[in-house]
Protein backbone atom coordinates (compact mmCIF):
# COMPACT_ATOMS: atom_id res chain seq x y z
CA UNK A 1 0.00 0.00 0.00
CA UNK A 2 2.80 2.46 0.24
CA UNK A 3 4.32 1.93 -2.53
CA UNK A 4 2.01 4.02 -4.67
CA UNK A 5 2.72 6.94 -1.70
CA UNK A 6 6.32 6.64 -2.21
CA UNK A 7 5.97 6.64 -5.54
CA UNK A 8 3.89 9.58 -5.91
CA UNK A 9 6.42 10.98 -3.66
CA UNK A 10 9.56 10.78 -5.82
CA UNK A 11 7.61 11.52 -8.82
CA UNK A 12 6.48 14.72 -6.92
CA UNK A 13 9.78 15.48 -6.03
CA UNK A 14 11.35 14.99 -9.58
CA UNK A 15 8.67 17.39 -10.60
CA UNK A 16 9.25 19.93 -8.12
CA UNK A 17 13.08 19.66 -9.26
CA UNK A 18 12.28 19.78 -13.02
CA UNK A 19 10.17 22.50 -12.33
CA UNK A 20 12.61 24.49 -10.41
CA UNK A 21 15.22 23.79 -13.04
CA UNK A 22 13.51 24.80 -15.50
CA UNK A 23 12.94 28.61 -13.91
CA UNK A 24 16.30 28.85 -13.29
CA UNK A 25 16.78 28.37 -17.23
CA UNK A 26 14.16 30.89 -18.13
CA UNK A 27 15.19 33.68 -15.62
CA UNK A 28 17.66 35.17 -18.03
CA UNK A 29 17.44 38.87 -18.43
CA UNK A 30 16.37 40.68 -21.44
CA UNK A 31 19.79 42.26 -21.75
CA UNK A 32 21.43 39.01 -21.83
CA UNK A 33 19.13 37.62 -24.02
CA UNK A 34 20.03 40.22 -26.26
CA UNK A 35 24.04 39.65 -25.71
CA UNK A 36 23.57 35.82 -26.58
CA UNK A 37 22.26 37.22 -29.63
CA UNK A 38 24.73 39.68 -30.25
CA UNK A 39 27.27 37.62 -30.12
CA UNK A 40 25.78 34.75 -32.41
CA UNK A 41 25.58 36.79 -35.32
CA UNK A 42 28.37 38.69 -34.96
CA UNK A 43 30.40 35.08 -35.09
CA UNK A 44 27.90 34.40 -37.61
CA UNK A 45 29.48 37.67 -39.80
CA UNK A 46 32.40 36.96 -39.03
CA UNK A 47 32.97 33.01 -40.30
CA UNK A 48 30.98 33.99 -43.36
CA UNK A 49 33.00 36.95 -44.75
CA UNK A 50 31.57 37.05 -48.38
CA UNK A 51 28.25 38.79 -47.32
CA UNK A 52 30.04 41.71 -45.40
CA UNK A 53 31.75 42.20 -48.89
CA UNK A 54 29.18 41.50 -51.44
CA UNK A 55 27.09 44.36 -49.31
CA UNK A 56 29.72 46.63 -49.13
CA UNK A 57 30.89 46.46 -53.21
CA UNK A 58 27.78 47.27 -54.66
CA UNK A 59 27.25 50.76 -52.65
CA UNK A 60 31.08 51.50 -53.75
CA UNK A 61 30.50 50.40 -57.18
CA UNK A 62 27.89 53.15 -57.19
CA UNK A 63 30.05 55.94 -55.31
CA UNK A 64 32.64 55.22 -58.11
CA UNK A 65 30.90 55.29 -61.01
CA UNK A 66 28.58 57.90 -60.46
CA UNK A 67 30.67 60.54 -59.66
CA UNK A 68 32.90 59.67 -62.17
CA UNK A 69 30.44 58.88 -65.14
CA UNK A 70 27.95 61.46 -64.00
CA UNK A 71 29.83 63.68 -62.14
CA UNK A 72 29.95 67.04 -64.43
CA UNK A 73 26.26 66.83 -65.28
CA UNK A 74 25.00 66.38 -62.23
CA UNK A 75 27.29 69.01 -60.64
CA UNK A 76 25.75 71.29 -62.80
CA UNK A 77 21.64 70.38 -61.75
CA UNK A 78 23.01 70.62 -58.22
CA UNK A 79 24.58 73.94 -58.69
CA UNK A 80 21.71 75.13 -61.01
CA UNK A 81 19.39 74.76 -58.43
CA UNK A 82 20.97 77.06 -55.90
CA UNK A 83 23.64 74.95 -54.24
CA UNK A 84 26.38 77.02 -54.86
CA UNK A 85 29.94 75.50 -55.55
CA UNK A 86 28.84 71.44 -54.47
CA UNK A 87 30.81 69.26 -55.65
CA UNK A 88 28.72 65.75 -56.83
CA UNK A 89 31.11 63.84 -54.75
CA UNK A 90 29.87 65.89 -51.36
CA UNK A 91 26.10 65.28 -52.59
CA UNK A 92 26.20 61.60 -52.97
CA UNK A 93 27.88 60.16 -50.41
CA UNK A 94 24.73 61.01 -48.06
CA UNK A 95 22.97 58.59 -50.37
CA UNK A 96 25.86 56.37 -50.86
CA UNK A 97 25.50 56.10 -46.84
CA UNK A 98 22.40 55.37 -47.10
CA UNK A 99 22.87 52.66 -49.87
CA UNK A 100 24.48 51.00 -47.61
CA UNK A 101 22.19 50.65 -45.08
CA UNK A 102 19.41 49.52 -47.50
CA UNK A 103 21.97 46.63 -49.00
CA UNK A 104 23.25 45.33 -46.02
CA UNK A 105 19.86 45.33 -43.99
CA UNK A 106 18.36 42.92 -46.55
CA UNK A 107 21.04 40.04 -45.47
CA UNK A 108 19.20 40.40 -42.09
CA UNK A 109 16.44 38.40 -43.83
CA UNK A 110 18.48 35.93 -45.30
CA UNK A 111 20.58 34.98 -42.08
CA UNK A 112 17.04 34.08 -40.62
CA UNK A 113 15.59 32.26 -43.48
CA UNK A 114 19.38 30.27 -42.95
CA UNK A 115 18.34 29.74 -39.75
CA UNK A 116 15.00 28.28 -40.48
CA UNK A 117 16.40 25.93 -42.58
CA UNK A 118 19.03 24.83 -40.89
CA UNK A 119 16.44 24.01 -38.12
CA UNK A 120 18.23 26.54 -35.73
CA UNK A 121 15.59 29.07 -35.61
CA UNK A 122 12.84 25.65 -34.22
CA UNK A 123 15.63 25.42 -31.51
CA UNK A 124 15.52 29.00 -30.54
CA UNK A 125 11.60 29.00 -30.71
CA UNK A 126 11.70 26.73 -27.49
CA UNK A 127 14.56 28.04 -25.47
CA UNK A 128 13.54 30.34 -22.39
CA UNK A 129 14.52 33.48 -24.50
CA UNK A 130 12.83 36.54 -24.72
CA UNK A 131 11.58 36.97 -28.20
CA UNK A 132 11.78 40.72 -28.27
CA UNK A 133 15.65 40.02 -27.43
CA UNK A 134 16.32 37.55 -29.99
CA UNK A 135 14.74 40.49 -32.40
CA UNK A 136 17.01 43.43 -30.74
CA UNK A 137 20.14 41.17 -30.41
CA UNK A 138 20.39 39.75 -34.12
CA UNK A 139 19.21 43.96 -35.18
CA UNK A 140 22.50 44.75 -33.06
CA UNK A 141 24.78 42.99 -34.94
CA UNK A 142 23.88 43.89 -38.15
CA UNK A 143 23.41 47.71 -36.98
CA UNK A 144 27.10 47.59 -35.58
CA UNK A 145 27.94 46.24 -39.32
CA UNK A 146 26.17 48.99 -41.04
CA UNK A 147 28.00 51.57 -39.03
CA UNK A 148 31.08 50.04 -39.74
CA UNK A 149 30.04 50.06 -43.61
CA UNK A 150 29.36 53.95 -43.60
CA UNK A 151 32.32 54.47 -41.98
CA UNK A 152 34.18 53.16 -44.63
CA UNK A 153 32.15 54.73 -47.46
CA UNK A 154 32.76 58.66 -45.42
CA UNK A 155 36.28 57.77 -45.76
CA UNK A 156 36.49 56.96 -49.28
CA UNK A 157 34.39 59.75 -49.83
CA UNK A 158 36.46 62.62 -48.59
CA UNK A 159 39.38 60.55 -50.60
CA UNK A 160 37.79 60.93 -53.91
CA UNK A 161 37.16 65.11 -53.00
CA UNK A 162 33.81 64.85 -50.42
CA UNK A 163 34.22 67.53 -48.40
CA UNK A 164 31.52 67.03 -44.41
CA UNK A 165 31.39 70.40 -43.91
CA UNK A 166 30.29 69.58 -40.13
CA UNK A 167 33.79 67.25 -39.41
CA UNK A 168 34.16 64.62 -37.15
CA UNK A 169 30.67 65.42 -35.14
CA UNK A 170 28.98 65.89 -38.75
CA UNK A 171 30.13 62.19 -39.80
CA UNK A 172 29.23 60.57 -36.41
CA UNK A 173 26.23 62.26 -36.75
CA UNK A 174 25.88 60.55 -40.33
CA UNK A 175 26.33 56.94 -39.02
CA UNK A 176 23.80 57.51 -36.32
CA UNK A 177 21.06 58.76 -39.17
CA UNK A 178 22.37 55.27 -41.01
CA UNK A 179 21.48 53.43 -37.57
CA UNK A 180 18.25 55.06 -37.32
CA UNK A 181 17.28 54.47 -40.97
CA UNK A 182 18.39 50.63 -40.61
CA UNK A 183 16.10 49.84 -38.49
CA UNK A 184 12.88 49.20 -40.17
CA UNK A 185 14.58 47.94 -43.58
CA UNK A 186 16.12 45.01 -40.60
CA UNK A 187 12.68 44.90 -39.47
CA UNK A 188 10.58 44.52 -43.03
CA UNK A 189 13.58 42.16 -44.10
CA UNK A 190 12.91 39.99 -40.99
CA UNK A 191 9.04 40.04 -41.51
CA UNK A 192 9.46 38.62 -45.02
CA UNK A 193 12.11 35.59 -43.94
CA UNK A 194 9.07 34.98 -40.95
CA UNK A 195 6.38 35.08 -43.44
CA UNK A 196 7.72 33.54 -46.54
CA UNK A 197 10.74 31.01 -45.06
CA UNK A 198 11.86 31.04 -48.45
CA UNK A 199 15.72 32.51 -49.30
CA UNK A 200 14.59 34.01 -52.91
CA UNK A 201 11.02 35.16 -51.59
CA UNK A 202 13.07 37.33 -48.99
CA UNK A 203 15.60 38.59 -51.39
CA UNK A 204 12.88 39.51 -54.14
CA UNK A 205 10.87 41.38 -51.53
CA UNK A 206 13.74 43.38 -50.14
CA UNK A 207 14.94 44.16 -53.48
CA UNK A 208 11.19 44.80 -54.76
CA UNK A 209 11.85 48.20 -52.48
CA UNK A 210 15.44 49.13 -52.78
CA UNK A 211 15.95 50.19 -55.58
CA UNK A 212 13.36 51.50 -56.72
CA UNK A 213 13.19 53.35 -53.08
CA UNK A 214 16.68 54.97 -54.12
CA UNK A 215 15.59 56.12 -57.52
CA UNK A 216 12.52 57.82 -56.52
CA UNK A 217 14.00 59.91 -53.77
CA UNK A 218 16.29 62.88 -53.64
CA UNK A 219 19.42 60.58 -53.46
CA UNK A 220 21.11 60.64 -56.84
CA UNK A 221 20.04 64.33 -57.83
CA UNK A 222 17.93 66.99 -56.38
CA UNK A 223 13.81 66.76 -56.98
CA UNK A 224 13.81 69.96 -58.61
CA UNK A 225 15.60 68.51 -61.38
CA UNK A 226 13.05 65.26 -61.36
CA UNK A 227 9.96 65.03 -62.70
CA UNK A 228 6.78 66.31 -60.86
CA UNK A 229 5.61 62.62 -60.46
CA UNK A 230 9.16 61.72 -58.75
CA UNK A 231 8.91 64.41 -56.09
CA UNK A 232 5.22 63.44 -55.44
CA UNK A 233 6.45 60.19 -54.31
CA UNK A 234 9.76 61.03 -52.84
CA UNK A 235 7.66 62.98 -50.35
CA UNK A 236 6.27 59.30 -49.01
CA UNK A 237 9.45 57.39 -49.19
CA UNK A 238 11.54 56.95 -46.04
CA UNK A 239 15.21 57.03 -48.05
CA UNK A 240 14.36 60.79 -49.02
CA UNK A 241 14.34 61.51 -45.17
CA UNK A 242 17.43 59.36 -44.50
CA UNK A 243 19.36 60.86 -47.23
CA UNK A 244 18.23 64.30 -46.90
CA UNK A 245 19.24 64.03 -42.60
CA UNK A 246 22.39 62.67 -43.84
CA UNK A 247 22.92 65.65 -46.77
CA UNK A 248 22.24 68.20 -43.90
CA UNK A 249 24.64 66.85 -41.98
CA UNK A 250 27.61 67.06 -44.91
CA UNK A 251 26.21 70.42 -46.14
CA UNK A 252 26.07 72.14 -42.74
CA UNK A 253 21.87 73.45 -43.55
CA UNK A 254 18.63 72.65 -44.00
CA UNK A 255 18.24 70.82 -46.95
CA UNK A 256 14.75 69.27 -46.87
CA UNK A 257 12.40 70.05 -50.13
CA UNK A 258 9.84 67.51 -49.37
CA UNK A 259 8.38 69.31 -46.14
CA UNK A 260 8.25 73.38 -45.24
CA UNK A 261 9.32 73.46 -42.27
CA UNK A 262 10.35 75.87 -40.33
CA UNK A 263 9.91 75.76 -36.43
CA UNK A 264 13.45 75.54 -36.17
CA UNK A 265 16.65 76.39 -36.77
CA UNK A 266 19.03 75.88 -40.47
CA UNK A 267 20.10 72.30 -40.22
CA UNK A 268 17.45 71.59 -37.29
CA UNK A 269 14.58 71.84 -39.83
CA UNK A 270 15.94 68.76 -41.75
CA UNK A 271 16.94 66.87 -38.80
CA UNK A 272 14.26 67.06 -36.59
CA UNK A 273 11.48 65.70 -39.20
CA UNK A 274 13.67 63.39 -40.84
CA UNK A 275 14.94 62.10 -37.61
CA UNK A 276 10.75 61.74 -35.90
CA UNK A 277 9.85 60.25 -39.40
CA UNK A 278 12.62 57.39 -39.65
CA UNK A 279 11.68 56.85 -35.55
CA UNK A 280 7.90 56.32 -36.11
CA UNK A 281 8.77 53.65 -39.12
CA UNK A 282 11.53 51.46 -36.68
CA UNK A 283 8.89 51.54 -34.26
CA UNK A 284 5.92 50.42 -36.04
CA UNK A 285 7.77 47.91 -38.55
CA UNK A 286 9.92 46.60 -35.58
CA UNK A 287 7.01 46.00 -33.58
CA UNK A 288 5.19 44.02 -36.35
CA UNK A 289 9.01 41.88 -36.55
CA UNK A 290 8.89 41.37 -32.74
CA UNK A 291 5.22 40.31 -32.69
CA UNK A 292 5.51 38.13 -35.64
CA UNK A 293 8.57 36.43 -33.78
CA UNK A 294 6.81 36.37 -30.57
CA UNK A 295 3.73 34.60 -32.19
CA UNK A 296 6.28 32.40 -34.18
CA UNK A 297 6.02 28.63 -33.26
CA UNK A 298 8.46 25.76 -33.94
CA UNK A 299 5.34 23.81 -36.41
CA UNK A 300 6.15 27.25 -38.03
CA UNK A 301 9.77 27.04 -38.71
CA UNK A 302 9.58 23.48 -40.09
Do not use: C, H
Not at 208 to 215: A, D, R, S, T
Not at 267 to 282: E, G, M
Request: proline share 3%; hydrophobic share 55%.
Amino acid sequence: MSTPIETGETTGTAGSERTTREIRRSSNSFLGDVWVNFKRWNIKAVRNPFVLVTSLIQPIIFLILFTQVFGAVATNAINAGGGGSITYETFLVPAIAIQVALASAVTSGIGLVNDIEEDVFEKILVMPMNRAAVFAGKSAAEILRIVVQIAIILGLGVLLGAEIATGLAGAIGIMAIGLLFSVWFLAYSNILAVLTKDQESTIIGANILQFPLLFLSSAFLPLSSLPNWIQIVAVFNPVTYGVDAARALVLGRDVMTVLDITAFSGIWNTLVPAIAILAVLDIVLGGVAVFLLTRATSSDAK
